[in-house]
């Protein structure tokens, strides 16, 4: 069953703590989205990676960091310099970067105690 | 930067035609997509086009592209219930990096 995965589907953060999100495609695609979706504010874009070991920031990289030590793998990390991170988090993947489709995963709620 | 503009809401009656559209600035686009969301759930793709199209159908899905005016629709025909979601309108072109995304259209689909 190819596609990709997010988890948790729900994950609480307490104040001053880092949380990472894991994301893993089977697609054997080559680019990896991170986006942070908020209510009425559409997808803004945090990361993105176009090839192991190389990352960009997106449009909202501060407060967050990345990594893309293999291929299937792009977990993201909200650090405690993020001040609002509660919001509904996506991953997706393409087979390259630029203007090919994106397949996304289910997402990640994240929740602030 | 390049932008994408949709309008937020749209209500229709159940059987009713549904038409959501989208405006974008990148004249380099070469490809434009139309991705739907259900409440909680990841974003699903619906159809795409490709710049040099000005017409695509699927089944109850109809794409127009109006180049000229860089306005691009997604019709739905005989509208269900299960039609009601966020729909987003995605722009790509091969010198970015990502997809350009609105900020989704509300369906909903009234009984």
């Known amino acids: 069953d190819g596609g990709i995965t997010q988890s948790p589907k729900y994950l609480f953060r307490k104040e001053g703590q880092n949380v990472t999100l894991s994301c893993e495609q089977n697609?054997?695609?080559?680019?990896m989205y991170w986006y942070r979706q908020d209510p009425g504010q559409g997808l803004r874009l945090i990361y993105y990676?176009?090839?192991?070991?190389?990352?960009q920031k997106g449009d909202i990289a501060e407060g967050y960091s990345v990594s893309r030590e293999k291929k299937e793998s792009f977990p993201l990390t909200v650090t405690s310099a993020q001040k609002n991170p509660t919001a509904f988090y996506l991953c997706?993947?393409?087979?390259?970067?630029?203007?090919?489709?994106?397949?996304f995963g289910p997402g990640t709620r994240l929740l602030v105690l | 930067g390049e932008d994408v503009e949709q309008s937020l809401f749209l209500s229709v009656r159940e059987g009713d035609s549904s038409v959501i559209n989208c405006t974008y600035t990148?004249?380099?686009?070469?490809?434009l997509y139309w991705y739907k969301q259900e409440p909680g759930a990841g974003l699903q793709l619906l159809t795409y086009?490709?710049?040099?199209?000005d017409m695509k159908q699927d089944q109850r899905l109809t794409v127009l592209l109006n180049k000229k005016d860089k306005h691009l629709s997604l019709r739905i025909a005989d509208t269900q219930t299960g039609d009601s979601a966020i729909y987003f309108c995605?722009?790509?072109?091969?010198?970015?990096?990502?997809?350009?995304f609105g900020k989704g259209t509300k369906l909903s689909v009234k009984p």
């Open positions: 990676s176009q090839i192991v070991n190389d990352f």
């Open positions: 997706a993947s393409s087979d390259q970067g630029g203007a090919e489709t994106q397949y």
């Open positions: 697609l054997n695609h080559d680019a």
């Open positions: 086009i490709f710049s040099n199209m």
């Open positions: 990148d004249s380099s686009s070469t490809y």
């Open positions: 995605a722009e790509g072109s091969r010198s970015q990096g990502n997809l350009i």
